[in-house]
């Protein structure tokens, strides 16, 4: 019987891969944020930034996440410039998360998507 962390769903996908039981190519990690490639990339920079936390979608978001949310924004423009987004303007990023099934939320623990590098991209 294994022990979950606390903040953890243990059905969730990226709690999984957060927990190491499923693989995944890491881009960065700390104490509260880990950020992973997309298995299906869009663009020729495709990566994931999740809280290690369960929080489902942005739907569950409230004034209490606004310290976390804050870091997380933070942290992306910079994950963005090292993982090889050109520099703005002529360069940059897409940042998108996809909330409840009409939001297109296939998987139900908060991600941001960030995307960029040169086109054409696959989608988007
Ligand atoms: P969505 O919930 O619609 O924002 O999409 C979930 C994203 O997670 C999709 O872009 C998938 O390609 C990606 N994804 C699903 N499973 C994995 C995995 N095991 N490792 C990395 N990315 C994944
Ligand atoms: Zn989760």
Known sequence: MSVELAGHDP???FCKIVARKIPS???FEDEE???FHDIH????VHFLVIPKQH???MAHIGPEHAGLMGRMMALIPKLAQQE???PYPDGGFRLLTNTGAE???EVHHLHFHVMGGPRPWLRG
């Open 103 to 105: 939001g297109g939320q």
């Open 25 to 27: 190519k890491t881009v």
């Open 11 to 13: 059905d969730c996908l």
């Open 55 to 57: 929080i489902a979608s």
């Open 33 to 35: 944020f880990y950020a």
């Open 84 to 86: 090889g987004c050109n």
């Open 41 to 44: 990339p869009w663009a020729p």
